[in-house]
């Protein structure tokens, strides 16, 4: 019987211990996403109302971008149903202006997109303000308070990115609640997955990530809606 050389054995050790620790990180990631999914449930559950009367007043509902279209071009319905509902949360009353809160790089521009779709279902121009700057939910949120000088806001997105949301904006020293559009934003075992690892990220955020947003205020209702 042929002896398999120390160096080969050595390297099918070294490559055996190598998988199964990435194994076992993967799993401990997944579990950890699971969890966070859970608490991220049980935020969405306290502060997410689903009928807009329901909802305390607030000056300001925080509209999270997204991307209007997809790779091939096709419209993206996330997009219109947070303004849907958005518009709806103006209509009835419960807030006086709406912050549209998303990316703008070189061409690609999501608050003009949501400007101009809530426009198009009536509500006035004098009450959008555009924040260009909201790369991420994180940003969202810290701008609101920060740029925008809000404590109290309503939130207009999906339900399970609600959760995400709000639980950034109570653990910043905000009153958020959530008013909840249409379907979700992360569906099958590949979707949950990517939502739960977001969650684990805004855990990071709210622990290590506590610089403010410095920049030019906006007052709300004073400075002229952009």
């Known amino acids: 019987m042929t002896r398999i050389p120390d160096v080969v054995r050595h390297a099918l050790a070294f490559a055996f211990v190598t998988v199964m620790a ?3 990180f993967v799993g401990l990631i ?4 699971r969890v966070a999914d859970s608490v991220g ?3 969405a559950d306290a502060y997410v109302i ?4 329901g909802l305390p007043s607030a000056d ?4 999270l971008g997204t991307a209007p279209y997809g790779v091939g071009g096709q419209r993206y319905r996330t997009l219109s149903y947070r303004l849907k509902a958005a518009a709806d949360l103006w209509s009835s009353g419960k807030v006086k202006y709406l912050v549209v809160s998303g990316s703008r790089v070189a061409d690609y521009d999501e608050p003009t997109a949501m400007r101009a779709g809530l426009i ?3 509500v006035p121009e004098t009450f959008i303000y555009r924040d260009f700057a909201g790369f991420r939910t994180w940003e969202s949120m810290v701008r609101v308070r920060d740029v925008y000088g809000q404590r109290r806001v ?3 997105s999906e339900r399970d990115h609600l959760a995400r949301a709000l639980f950034i904006g109570r653990h910043i020293g905000m009153e958020a609640w959530g008013y909840p559009a249409r379907g979700l934003t992360y569906t099958g075992f590949q979707g949950e997955f990517l939502g ?3 969650m684990l990220r805004a855990y990071y955020d709210v622990v290590v990530n506590r610089s403010r947003r410095i920049g030019p205020k906006v007052a709300i209702g004073v400075d002229p809606a952009n």
């Open 60 to 63: 300001v509902g925080l509209v």
């Open 41 to 43: 449930d049980a935020w």
């Open 196 to 198: 739960g690892l977001a």
């Open 30 to 33: 997944w579990l950890l996403s």
């Open 22 to 24: 990435a194994l076992a």
């Open 50 to 53: 689903d009928d807009a009367f």
């Open 120 to 122: 198009a279902l009536g």
């Open 154 to 156: 309503i939130v207009v």
